[in-house]
């Protein structure tokens, strides 16, 4: 019971921030936050969206199959928020954007504009279900199976609260429920490792030095080109990630566009990019020590990276298989530390998936209504938005679960590639040329490029035994680029739509 206790006090303290910080709340309250949000108390609640449920899980596991590389990846975050702090936030803020797609309206046209929506809608829909997945199935097996609970009423019982805490302030309210979260989320992760180091009798210094001398503390690949770890590849595609899931992503760039000044939102996008690496390379820590202590008592590493802190958390990583007084006190110790763990675990779990759902549905139920529906005045039609949002959300969760993937963080980031790579396209051509394309056919190229990327995927991995990584959502991008392309050559005389 200490798991739903801890989620009921954590909801019953988002409520009360939500009606504290929204007491009067209009359609502009829940879509742009009335433009007045303090752009560091939006850098440090973005953290905790950006890390979410998955990252706790599966960011500590990587360490077994991949080291620390996943850090080339960070680094090259760090160039992409650059990128979008001063390049993508001066257009959003020149054109006061509500709905960033907007911009693909009025540069090609009405049919682009839905295009970009709707692969929002669809990539964000699925990327955020997979993460909030994570809490759900850690809920599910450690309380819910107990009471016999079924894993859709667990679902349902989750979804909620974030429905009832956002549905009436939306981004609003996310500024400061953001901050709370990120402050629960960066504790209980730092709560988690100094038990882990209690537990190994480790100080803060040892613990590094550990770390340090450990073969897995590996960050860097520069020899093997055709490996998915090879820097550069993870570096440039680190950048291109994050231009198109916070850039080129409503929900992330809602928050950006509630600062007061274009200067206050690039300050918030500039310091936010590099607390990225830091939190990551904590997380890639804990699963350093983790790997080490499990070693140390003769326990099997999980098969699975995702099993290896949860499986911490449950106590499995205790005594060997002696029965010596010493093993029983051990025994105890790792009982207890999985009784006392679950608080933290679940407070950082919950945390971190919260953060990241509400932002997406405020921002999925955003865009249908300015960007599908243009009725952004229309409150009645934001609130029936939300409700189905929500409803739609729970019934992505469920179809994920019977198809589970064994490594969360790579299924949303090979769904980023595929379903971000038209966004990538098609704001490329807007802002980079001053063409015009066939904006009838636009949707079709939009369609037409990752079902390339998936067929150039498998006939790559036949013929050169070569897997495309990350560089994926590159190609896709190119793709669509230069289908646009094309389509202006064949009808170079814009359309009036």
């Not at 100094?194 to 897995?216: N, T």
């Amino acid at each position: 019971m200490t798991v739903l206790l801890t989620i009921l006090v954590y909801f019953l303290v988002l409520m009360a921030v939500s009606r504290w910080s929204c007491r009067r709340a209009t359609n502009d309250t829940f879509f742009r936050g009335e433009r007045r949000s303090p752009w560091r108390m939006v850098a440090f609640g973005m953290v905790g969206a950006s890390v979410s449920g998955v990252t706790f899980v599966s960011v500590p596991g990587m360490v077994l199959s991949s080291d620390m590389t996943y850090l080339q990846l960070c680094l090259g975050f760090i160039l992409g928020y650059v990128a979008v702090a001063f390049v993508l936030l001066p257009v959003y803020y020149k054109l006061n954007l509500t709905s960033i797609y907007a911009l693909l309206g009025s540069r090609l046209g009405r049919r682009s504009y839905l295009s970009g929506a709707a692969f929002f809608l669809l990539s964000k829909m699925i990327g955020t279900a997979v993460k909030f997945y994570v809490a759900c199935i850690i809920v599910q097996q450690f309380v819910m199976d107990a009471l016999g609970v079924p894993f859709a009423v667990t679902v349902a019982l989750l979804v909620l609260p974030i429905w009832l805490y956002t549905r009436r302030g939306g981004v609003r309210t996310l500024v400061f429920t953001d901050t709370l979260q990120t402050i629960c989320l960066m504790s209980a992760l730092l709560i988690i490792i100094y038990m882990v180091m209690q537990q190994m009798g480790l100080s803060p210094g040892e613990a590094v030095s550990r770390i340090v001398a450990d073969g897995r503390s590996r960050i860097f690949v520069f020899d093997d080109w055709v490996s998915r770890q090879n820097f550069w590849k993870m570096l440039l595609s680190g950048a291109f990630i994050v231009v198109v899931m916070t850039g080129l992503d409503q929900d992330m760039m809602q928050k950006n566009l509630t600062c007061r000044t274009l200067r206050e939102a690039q300050k918030n996008m500039c310091s936010y990019g590099v607390a990225f690496v830091p939190v990551n390379l904590l997380f890639l820590c804990l699963g350093i020590l983790l790997a080490q202590l499990f070693e140390a008592q003769g326990v099997s590493l999980p098969a699975q990276g995702d099993q290896l802190l949860p499986a911490f958390v449950q106590g499995t990583a205790v005594a060997n298989s002696t029965t010596t007084a010493a093993a029983v006190a051990s025994s105890t110790l790792g009982t207890l530390h999985a009784t006392l763990l679950l608080i933290p675990f679940t407070l950082g779990i919950v945390a971190a998936s919260f953060s990241s759902a509400d932002s997406a549905l405020t921002a999925l139920t955003t865009s249908y209504c300015v960007d599908i529906r243009r009725r952004p005045a229309d409150e009645r039609l934001r609130r029936r938005a939300h409700v189905a949002m929500c409803l739609l959300f729970a019934l992505c969760i469920l179809c994920i679960h019977a198809v589970n993937s064994s490594s969360l963080i790579d299924a949303i980031y090979t769904i980023v590639s595929y379903t971000y790579g038209p966004l990538l396209g098609l704001f490329a051509f807007a802002l980079l040329t001053r063409r015009h394309t066939f904006d009838r056919l636009v949707p079709l190229v939009c369609l037409a490029s990752p079902l390339l990327c998936f067929a150039l995927d498998r006939l790559c991995q036949l013929l050169f035994a070569y897997r495309f990584g990350y560089e994926l959502l590159l190609l896709n991008g190119l793709l669509t680029f230069l289908g646009l392309v094309v389509l202006g050559l064949v009808h170079p005389r814009p359309e009036h739509t």
